[in-house]
């Protein structure tokens, strides 16, 4: 993947004193590759590399930073730019109801967003209606249907049987409606055909003059590749569009799609979806999707803490947290387990990166009486017996079984666990070459 690739390369720049011209020409080929080879945009790539290039050779350096670490930060820097920097709330009308258009190949995920948007929208006590343009389909009224059920929001469509087989007449009525039922947000689904095709395309640009959209979100699938670029041109082109909806993210996604997507288009991409349910959906971070690109969230954390606290007091105890291994209390495990329970859903994303498979279990068994119980068993320890696990022998995992109320074989898996997250974090920190520890000092 492009993440591999990535951190193959910058593990190629550990240990270097300094950059020479040579090795940031190097450093851009390869990485240069890595871009083309997921599909990104030959454009995207080229302003890509030529603002790495320009930004490694202006030599910003920094002291708190090793050059992989510089290399890595421009990189990290440069991929939220391409991303979208900041990124892009909906825009609702001044006067409602706002009117959102989603629009996208079929199989691309618009029913499915759909729901979820309804949702997410529904919890921020929009009053929604959803509307059931797709009438191509013979399943797509009703799949709309059980989605609104789901989301609890109602779901405007053609009575069955009644005639009513023309799109744009529904579009049109639905607005009606809406008024009618105090809606102040409207989400028409539209249909979509494998292929970009004229005939799908007039139909989105009469639904769109219908309807007189606010945003004609256009939802693409994360996984397809090149075919990433041609499609955004076509409904940017067709329909036009005001933001995009990057689906599947879940996915194997190589990135490209992601990374092309907003240049080509010149427009946000304003939200992520993430799974099949309808929670599994988020606002678009572009410095998380970033750092998912580069497959190195702790590492980018540190980078961060370093600059910010280039006190060597503070920096030594960090990279030694992450060198030695051992340092990573259970304190530490705790801190993460939560830090993890807060992202929510965007965990999901952050569980996919390389390196974070023990995440993964952390995440999929994180639920709530699982997390009460991992809480009391660390809270029943000393703190002595925090910060140094290994201290906890049979007559001690026994004590703490009794006091958090659990089996002792609960204690044991917990501190399995921990003894993984302590060696994934020495991995992190190896990976890196971080300074100070047995390696090159800064
Ligand atoms: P549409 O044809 O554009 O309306 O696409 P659908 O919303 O019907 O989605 C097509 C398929 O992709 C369905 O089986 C969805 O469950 C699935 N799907 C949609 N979004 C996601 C996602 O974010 N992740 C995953 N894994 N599946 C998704
Ligand atoms: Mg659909």
Same mark, same amino acid.
């Given at each position: 993947? +492009?993440?591999?690739?990535?951190?193959?390369?910058?593990?190629?720049?550990?240990?270097?004193?300094?950059?020479?011209?040579?090795?940031?020409?190097?450093?851009?080929?390869?990485?240069?590759?890595?871009?083309?080879?997921?599909?990104?945009?030959?454009?995207? %790539?080229?302003?890509?590399?030529?603002?790495?290039?320009? #930004?490694?050779?202006?030599?910003?350096?920094? $002291?708190?930073?090793?050059?992989?670490?510089?290399?890595?930060?421009?990189?990290?820097?440069?991929? @939220?730019?391409?991303?979208?920097?900041?990124?892009?709330?909906?825009?609702?009308?001044?006067?409602?109801?706002?009117? @959102?258009?989603?629009?996208?190949?079929?199989?691309?995920?618009?029913?499915?967003?759909?729901?979820?948007?309804?949702?997410?929208?529904?919890?921020?006590?929009? $009053?929604?209606?959803?509307?059931?343009?797709?009438?191509?389909?013979?399943?797509?009224?009703?799949?709309?249907?059980?989605?609104?059920?789901?989301?609890?929001? =109602?779901?405007?469509?053609?009575?069955?049987?009644?005639?009513?087989?023309?799109?744009?007449? %529904?579009?049109? =009525?639905?607005?009606?409606?809406?008024?009618?039922?105090?809606?102040?947000?409207?989400?028409? =689904?539209?249909?979509?055909?494998?292929?970009?095709?004229?005939?799908?395309?007039?139909?989105?640009?009469?639904?769109?003059?219908?309807?007189?959209?606010?945003?004609?979100?256009?939802?693409?699938?994360?996984?397809?590749?090149?075919?990433? %670029?041609?499609?955004?041109? *076509? /409904?940017?082109?067709?329909?036009?569009?005001?933001?995009?909806?990057?689906?599947?993210?879940?996915?194997?996604?190589?990135?490209?799609?992601?990374?092309?997507?907003?240049?080509?288009?010149?427009?946000?991409? +304003? /939200? *992520?979806?993430?799974?099949?349910? +309808?929670?599994?959906?988020?606002?678009?971070?572009?410095?998380?999707?970033?750092?998912?690109?580069?497959?190195?969230?702790?590492?980018?954390?540190?980078?961060?803490?370093?600059?910010?606290?280039?006190?060597?007091?503070?920096?030594?105890?960090?990279?030694?947290?992450?060198?030695?291994?051992?340092?990573?209390?259970?304190?530490?495990? +705790?801190?993460?387990?939560?830090?993890?329970?807060?992202?929510?859903?965007?965990?999901?994303?952050?569980?996919?990166?390389?390196?974070?498979?023990?995440?993964?279990? $952390?995440?999929?068994?994180?639920? =709530?009486?699982?997390?009460?119980?991992?809480? &009391?068993?660390?809270?029943?320890?000393?703190? !002595?017996?925090?910060?140094?696990?290994?201290?906890?022998?049979?007559?001690?995992? &026994?004590? @703490?079984?009794?006091?958090? !109320?659990?089996?002792?074989?609960? %204690?044991?898996?917990?501190?399995?666990?921990?003894?993984?997250?302590?060696?994934?974090?020495?991995?992190?920190?190896?990976?890196?070459?971080?300074?100070?520890?047995? #390696? #090159?000092?800064?």
């Amino acid at each position: 993947t +492009l993440s591999d690739r990535l951190s193959g390369i910058f593990t190629k720049l550990r240990g270097k004193g300094k950059l020479t011209d040579a090795d940031i020409d190097a450093t851009a080929r390869e990485i240069r590759l890595a871009l083309l080879e997921a599909d990104v945009a030959l454009p995207v %790539v080229k302003s890509f590399i030529a603002n790495l290039k320009e #930004r490694a050779r202006g030599a910003e350096v920094s $002291q708190a930073l090793n050059p992989a670490q510089q290399i890595i930060k421009i990189v990290h820097e440069e991929l @939220i730019t391409v991303l979208g920097g900041e990124g892009r709330r909906l825009q609702f009308a001044k006067q409602p109801p706002t009117v @959102i258009m989603l629009a996208g190949l079929q199989g691309s995920g618009k029913t499915t967003l759909a729901g979820k948007l309804s949702r997410w929208l529904k919890g921020q006590n929009h $009053q929604v209606l959803l509307v059931a343009c797709d009438l191509q389909r013979p399943n797509a009224v009703n799949q709309l249907q059980v989605l609104g059920g789901r989301a609890g929001v =109602d779901v405007y469509a053609p009575e069955p049987g009644n005639g009513v087989g023309n799109p744009v007449q %529904v579009a049109k =009525d639905s607005i009606e409606h809406a008024r009618r039922t105090a809606k102040d947000i409207v989400i028409v =689904d539209t249909a979509g055909r494998l292929g970009i095709d004229t005939e799908m395309m007039q139909q989105a640009r009469d639904i769109r003059d219908a309807v007189d959209p606010d945003e004609v979100i256009f939802v693409i699938d994360a996984m397809v590749g090149q075919d990433a %670029v041609t499609t955004a041109e *076509a /409904f940017r082109d067709g329909v036009g569009i005001t933001g995009v909806v990057l689906s599947k993210l879940d996915g194997d996604a190589r990135g490209g799609a992601a990374l092309s997507v907003r240049h080509v288009t010149g427009e946000p991409i +304003l /939200f *992520a979806s993430t799974g099949e349910k +309808l929670e599994d959906f988020d606002v678009f971070h572009p410095d998380r999707m970033a750092s998912r690109i580069l497959g190195m969230g702790d590492v980018l954390t540190l980078i961060e803490q370093a600059e910010q606290a280039f006190d060597e007091d503070q920096k030594e105890k960090m990279t030694s947290k992450l060198l030695g291994g051992e340092q990573f209390t259970l304190e530490d495990f +705790l801190d993460q387990l939560i830090a993890v329970r807060r992202m929510g859903p965007i965990a999901n994303v952050l569980a996919m990166m390389p390196g974070m498979g023990q995440m993964k279990d $952390q995440i999929a068994e994180l639920d =709530d009486s699982h997390f009460d119980r991992v809480t &009391a068993i660390i809270r029943s320890m000393t703190p !002595g017996e925090r910060t140094n696990p290994k201290i906890i022998n049979g007559s001690r995992r &026994a004590r @703490i079984a009794n006091g958090s !109320g659990v089996t002792v074989m609960d %204690v044991n898996q917990l501190l399995n666990r921990f003894t993984d997250a302590q060696k994934m974090m020495k991995q992190m920190g190896g990976m890196m070459g971080l300074p100070g520890g047995n #390696r #090159r000092k800064a």
